[in-house]
């Protein structure tokens, strides 16, 4: 097993052709992908991920209303928007690039 400090190290390692296998984030590939379009074409990665997670926003108790106003900003189309043009930036998509 090589120890690295980096998704990003796991990554230009792989490419490098000195590991053959990685485990890395969706979210993390399609930023770096998004960032060195030519990467796509170098790796190759499973169709089944290796994990999901469920995601969720928490808060205490105490801040309910405030967690209110933060959740009713999901029902709204400028926030809406404004977050899928945060997503389009970083390269985050529910959609995995396969090759």
């Known amino acids: 097993m090589t120890p690295t400090s980096s998704e990003l190290q796991l990554l230009e390692m792989l490419i490098k052709k000195r590991l053959d296998v990685a485990v890395i984030s969706r979210a993390t590939l399609n930023y770096y ?7 796509r074409d170098l ?6 991920p290796h994990e999901q997670y469920y995601r969720a926003l928490l808060s205490p108790i ?3 209303s405030q967690f209110n106003i933060i959740e009713s900003l999901f029902e ?15 390269g985050f998509s529910r959609e995995v690039f396969h090759k």
């Open 76 to 90: 709204q189309e400028s926030f809406l928007a404004a977050l899928e043009g945060l997503k389009a930036k970083y």
């Open 33 to 39: 992908f998004n960032l060195y379009p030519q990467w």
């Open 62 to 64: 105490k801040l309910e």
């Open 43 to 48: 790796v190759y990665f499973s169709k089944v």
